[in-house]
Antibody, heavy 116, light 116 residues
Framework: QVQLVESGGGLVKPGGSLRLSCAAS????????MSWIRQAPGKGLEWVSY????????NYADSVKGRFTISRDNAKNSLYLQMNSLRAEDTAVYYC?????????WGQGTLVTVSS | QPVLTQPPSASASLGASVTLTCTLS???????VDWYQQRPGKGPRFVMR????????SKGDGIPDRFSVLGSGLNRYLTIKNIQEEDESDYHC?????????????FGGGTKLTVL
């Protein structure tokens, strides 16, 4: 069965960095586009970034452009999000999701808290 | 880019039916919308995609027949019949836009469904 497991969240000070990982299993990872989506406490969903299956294309929400970098390692069935210059408003649960027709599978999320 | 609007809350009695609405901004009447269910404390779950012709593709894994969709003009509807306690969730709609390095996704603010 399809599984997506995020890790790497935690507490970080403003201006700090964090790298999130998403381990995929149960499907051919290299065939699918992948995205990161976040949800601030008590708020709705916000798309953060996407990467095409072979890493040819990436894009970012304006709110994170220039600070976050998405990448993937198809040999390791893994998706990553490098987050730099973190701000309080980046505090959220971060989900990785598989793109098929919509986001058909999601992970359980990892919490990132940016606070001094 | 499209903007998706959802009422913040809805309610329905056990066993009744409810229709949730996601409204696209003007000029985007040909866009398809994805519905997601998010139970309390859980990650989102894909329900199905809807266009003006109705469902696009298949329902998400385990989505019961009680869930159906319709699309008309700028509105995309999710109807739940014979509501059960487990249907009490936040329901989000999302739409993707563009392609390649210009691809991005927008979400509505979500509707919290309360089962009475």
């Amino acid at each position: 069965q399809v599984q997506l497991v995020e890790s790497g969240g935690g507490l970080v000070k403003p201006g700090g960095s964090l790298r999130l990982s998403c381990a995929a299993s149960g499907f051919t990872f290299s065939d699918y586009y992948m995205s990161w989506i976040r949800q601030a406490p008590g708020k709705g969903l916000e798309w953060v970034s996407y990467i095409s299956s072979s890493s040819s294309y990436t894009n970012y929400a304006d709110s994170v452009k220039g600070r976050f970098t998405i990448s993937r390692d198809n040999a390791k069935n893994s998706l990553y999000l490098q987050m730099n210059s973190l701000r309080a408003e980046d505090t959220a649960v971060y989900y990785c999701a598989r793109e098929q027709v919509g986001f058909d599978y999601w992970g359980q999320g990892t919490l990132v808290t940016v606070s001094s | 880019q499209p903007v998706l609007t959802q009422p913040p809350s809805a309610s329905a009695s056990l066993g009744a039916s409810v229709t949730l609405t996601c409204t696209l901004s003007s000029g985007y009447s040909n866009y398809k919308v994805d519905w997601y269910q998010q139970r309390p404390g859980k990650g989102p779950r894909f329900v199905m995609r809807v266009g003006t012709g109705g469902i696009v593709g298949s329902k998400g894994d385990g989505i019961p027949d009680r869930f159906s969709v319709l699309g008309s003009g700028l509105n995309r509807y999710l109807t739940i019949k014979n509501i059960q306690e487990e249907d009490e969730s936040d329901y989000h709609c999302g739409a993707d836009h563009g392609s390649g390095s210009n691809f991005f996704v927008v979400f509505g603010g979500g509707t919290k469904l309360t089962v009475l």
